[in-house]
């Protein structure tokens, strides 16, 4: 509905408070009315009786009037003398009054001209207002009754092309129209303007569409005070609220999506960030390999086959109705099991959209509605994304697929970051647990189970390592060590740490004398560079090097604690390089941490180390681990050390299996939430039987070595190790003969029946034997290596007193 309005003649707009005087035939002034008065201030008594000349400013220009007047031109402007000598322009309009064959006399209605224009510019403002199409403009009555609109009124389906004399409840919903009403009446009762409240309106035909406007309205009425009704402006604002909720999902999209470096959970997290946003249902569909790390690699006919990786929102088909494989290109319906499905790549490396109804009448979830984009980063297409909705809401426009596009792209990325975070991860483990010796042992000092879980994808594998070394004389290293930083750095520089202390335990070093070692070994190794500056940039990804860079760490120290256990003497050496004290659970139940004092960290360099030593209880179960054990997630160190010994506190827990015992102390800790690695290492200690044990003290003198073969002998048989006699006697003979010779007394030989038959002699020389080889024409030289031939394996160990000298035998049998 439009009312026509006049159209504008160019007559200046006179009103009831303009002037007005009546003029004879011969242009004298005869009437003179009150405003005129008070427009020209001069009073009718001044001015009726004189010609209406006087009244110019500039009395010449009243023949152009005249003549003007003359030629039927019955408006125009001049300029007055006020009664106070003020000029004043005016704008005037003349009527003739009727007489006998003539114009009897004048009328002359006249305006400030100032006030002319004003009025002139208000008719042109409203007449513009009500023909423009950009803001809907209504003009209501007192009873909320529609007098008149512009044509652009809520041009929507289901809104009257005449609107006047309804209400807006007569063709919108109920409940938008009473929500718009309530606004309005209080505009009217209290005057004051509403101003842009944004508000949904639907039609009562068509229900589900639904524009969002923002209505201003203000309230009419009289110079008097009397009400008329209200002017209200509708502008609508569906598609910039649209806008704002497209920007703010891909402002939550790219925050919410690629806070984990797991691709599953990534994709779960782009799913859930598209729902409801875009859709009521979201699929995530990824390459096979996606998800273990490898690159997506089409089959010969160019197609990859997608596997349903997240679904989030609801479905509009009952679960497990699939219907079938879904076509290539089109959606899928969500299953209780994953799907797969194969679907074409192009040459060029990159998928096509699909927008609207799904190809072949297949549907996402049963929603009609569907787009479907491709996850494309880096030149390869990780798989793709598809949203779906009911027909209800309408199809998806262009800007609904270049937002699903942008929020895809990003994801993309976010997806391949956590596909190569997840190859470098499981080559870590696959590395890490390659260096690590195997988590069972035994060994004649102590059984041994070792539990190691890495760290989780957030913060990638760590340089954690446990080792149990065999010694000599039965006796056995126990190891645990962490390297600072995670990544192939730290698993790399973890694995040369391992090898070190291997090397110098064959030495048969002291604890502290071993880590002193280590420290000097870690303090001129090469810090390791950051991950990514030895590989060349990628140029189709500028945040490649970025990536690397956050989630990459140096190794430049580790923690190391190295024990020793002797199960002759059923003692227990111990030293730290700033690694958590071991804790020992005896048999009788009690539990204590070994009174360790930690040294530094290795590769600080310059401070000493000191061994400690306990006697530990036959069957006493040591327990050694990184800190991965008993940091929490508050950081709190004694409240998981605490837990660590109420474990091992449990009733029975020292006897029973230690695989069981392990796995039981590290349960809670799943190995996708640490944020570190988690190793524990468990020996329960063993004892040589002092029937097991012969010792003797020899004189330096050589006809003693005669006896020593004795009572070896009478040893052995004692053992019923007969076969091993004439070895034995061999043995001892060069060994002793060569410490009497050499080092001269006393000589201590001990024979140990411990899973092998062990030799050993001890001198208080401290130079070390060296086996050589002998020329045809010496007498000597040929003891050393005779031992070596005779037995497994031969060594030295230095000691306090001076040095021992060590072989083995295995038992018949």
């Known amino acids: 509905m439009s009312d026509a309005l006049p159209q504008d003649d160019g007559l200046p707009p006179f009103t009831e408070d303009c002037a007005a005087a009546l003029l004879d035939g011969r242009g004298r002034i005869e009437g003179w009315t009150p405003e005129a008065r008070t427009l020209l201030s001069r009073s009718a008594a001044d001015v009726v009786g004189h010609s209406a000349r006087a009244l110019l400013a500039d009395p010449s220009a009243w023949p152009p009037l005249v003549a003007a007047y003359a030629r039927g031109v019955r408006h125009g402007d001049a300029v007055l003398r006020t009664g106070r000598g003020a000029e004043l322009p005016v704008v005037f309009q003349a009527f003739d009054l009727a007489g006998n064959g003539g114009p009897a006399g004048y009328l002359v209605l006249a305006t400030p001209a100032a006030r002319a224009v004003r009025r002139h510019q208000d008719r042109a403002f409203i007449r513009e207002l009500f023909h423009q199409d950009r803001v809907g403009l209504a003009v209501f009555d007192p009873g909320l ?320 390592w446990f080792d149990v070394i065999p010694l000599s004389s039965a006796r056995v290293a126990l190891v645990v060590g962490d390297v600072v930083g995670h990544g192939l750095a730290a698993t790399a520089t973890m694995g040369r740490l391992r090898m070190a202390v291997r090397t110098l335990a064959d030495l048969d070093l002291e604890p502290d004398e071993l880590l002193a070692h280590l420290d000097d070994l870690v303090s001129q190794l090469p810090a390791e560079p950051e991950e990514g500056e030895e590989h060349e940039s990628d140029p189709d990804d500028p945040d490649a090097d970025g990536w690397r860079d956050r989630h990459a760490s140096p190794t430049t120290g580790a923690t190391c604690a190295y024990a020793i256990y002797d199960p002759v003497s059923r003692r227990c050496s111990v030293a730290s390089a700033g690694h958590p004290p071991p804790v020992v659970a005896d048999p009788g139940g009690g539990v204590a941490y070994l009174p360790v004092d930690p040294g530094p960290p290795l590769g600080v360099g310059g401070l000493p180390f000191e061994t400690t030593e306990v006697d530990l209880a036959p069957g006493s179960v040591l327990a050694l681990y990184t800190d991965g054990l008993i940091e929490g997630r508050d950081g709190d160190l004694d409240a998981g050390m605490a837990e660590l010994a109420a474990r091992l506190a449990r009733p029975g827990a020292s006897a029973g299996p230690l695989r069981e015992l392990g796995r039981e102390i590290v349960t809670g800790r799943p190995a996708a939430g640490l944020a570190d690695d988690v190793t524990l290492l468990l020996a329960r200690t063993r004892t040589v039987p002092p029937e097991d044990v012969a010792c003797w003290q020899v004189e330096a003198d050589p006809a003693a070595v005669g006896r020593v073969r004795e009572a070896a002998t009478a040893r052995l048989r004692a053992w019923d190790l007969d076969e091993l006699a004439f070895t034995t006697e061999l043995v001892l003979s060069e060994l002793v003969t060569n410490a009497i010779r050499y080092a001269g007394g006393p000589v201590e030989v001990r024979l140990i029946r411990a899973g092998r038959l062990i030799c050993e002699v001890s001198d208080p020389s401290a130079t070390h034997p060296r086996m050589r080889r002998a020329r045809l024409t010496d007498e000597g030289g040929r003891g050393l290596y005779l031992v070596a031939q005779l037995t497994t394996r031969w060594g030295s160990r230095y000691s306090r007193r001076g040095k021992t000298i060590w072989a083995e035998q295995e038992l018949p049998g």
Do not use: C
Request: aromatic content about 2%.
């Open 145 to 464: 009754r529609l007098l008149r609109t512009n044509t652009h009124l809520l041009p929507y389906t289901g809104v009257p092309h005449d609107l006047r004399g309804r209400r807006l409840g007569d063709f919108l919903w109920p409940g938008d129209a009473d929500a718009i009403e309530g606004g309005l009446r209080e505009v009217l009762r209290t005057g004051k303007p509403l101003l842009g409240v944004e508000q949904v309106l639907r039609t009562l035909d068509d229900p589900l569409g639904g524009v969002t406007l923002s209505v201003s309205a203000f309230r009419l009425q009289s110079p008097e005070g009397q009400v008329l009704g209200l002017t209200a402006l509708f502008t609508d604002m569906t598609e910039l609220r649209r806008s704002a909720e497209r920007l703010a999902l891909l402002h939550h999209a790219t925050a919410s999506v690629g806070r984990s470096l797991s691709v599953t959970d990534t994709g779960r997290e782009l799913a859930a960030a598209l729902v409801p946003g875009l859709g009521d249902l979201a699929v995530v569909e990824l390459a096979d390999g996606v998800v273990h790390g490898e690159e997506p690699v089409p089959d010969r006919e160019g197609r990859l086959l997608l596997r349903r990786t997240a679904v989030a929102g609801r479905s509009a088909e009952p679960a497990g109705d699939g219907g079938g494989r879904p076509e290539a290109g089109g959606g899928a319906a969500p299953q209780p099991a994953p799907e797969t499905v194969l679907v074409a790549v192009p040459s060029g490396g990159d998928a096509p959209d699909a927008v609207g109804p799904a190809p072949g009448g297949r549907a996402v979830g049963g929603h009609p509605m569907t787009m479907t984009v491709p996850l494309h980063a880096r030149g390869m297409v990780l798989g793709r994304v598809s949203v779906g909705r009911d027909a209800d809401l309408g199809p998806y426009q262009a800007p609904d697929r270049d937002l699903l596009r942008e929020i895809a792209g990003r994801a993309a990325l976010a997806l391949d970051n956590a596909r190569r975070f997840t190859r470098e991860h499981r080559a870590a483990v696959g590395l890490q647990r390659s260096m690590l010796p195997p988590t069972q042992s035994e060994t004649p000092g102590a059984s041994t189970s070792a539990v190691y879980l890495p760290a989780g994808t957030a913060s990638g594998v760590g340089g954690d």
